[in-house]
């Protein structure tokens, strides 16, 4: 989810994150589809875990240093099922979201202790330590 940053919806994504981030809880959220370094709220703030979409292989990560958002993940041409039970592809940082959200998952399932701050350093530090600054 997300919104591009129009200030009349700015605080409200604001006040929760920072929320979230204070009780130690993780948010990740997708950014903008058409430009990854747009501010898109809330993927734009640092106290949340950002991603945009990028072809990569679906456990893979990239660290981006120096952008808005730092992370890319697996979001293009993701086989998805479809109804009917039959399968497609489709394209979107959503994609790239849900993939950082089970990488997530599995480095919380090992250190359940990690706080937001120190979770999202060690994804990005992995990230670019396996490939230089570039792939997880």
């Known amino acids: 989810f997300g919104i591009p940053g129009v200030s ?13 981030f204070t009780r130690g809880r993780h948010v990740v959220a997708a ?11 809330p993927a734009s703030f640092a106290q949340v875990l950002s991603v945009t979409n990028a072809d990569l292989p679906p456990e893979a990560l990239r660290h981006r240093p120096g952008n808005l958002i730092s992370l890319e993940a697996s979001g293009i041409n993701v086989p998805v099922l479809t109804p009917g039970g039959g399968t497609s592809t489709l394209t979107g940082s959503s994609f790239a979201a849900a993939h950082l959200t089970g990488l997530l ?25 396996r490939h230089g600054p570039g792939s997880l």
């Open 8 to 20: 009349v919806t700015l605080p409200v994504y604001k006040d929760w994150t920072d929320l979230a």
């Open 31 to 41: 950014s903008s589809n058409s430009d990854p370094d747009e501010p898109h709220w």
């Open 105 to 129: 998952a599995r480095l919380l399932s090992r250190h359940p202790e990690l706080s937001p701050g120190f979770a999202q350093e060690a994804l990005q530090g992995v990230a670019a330590a």
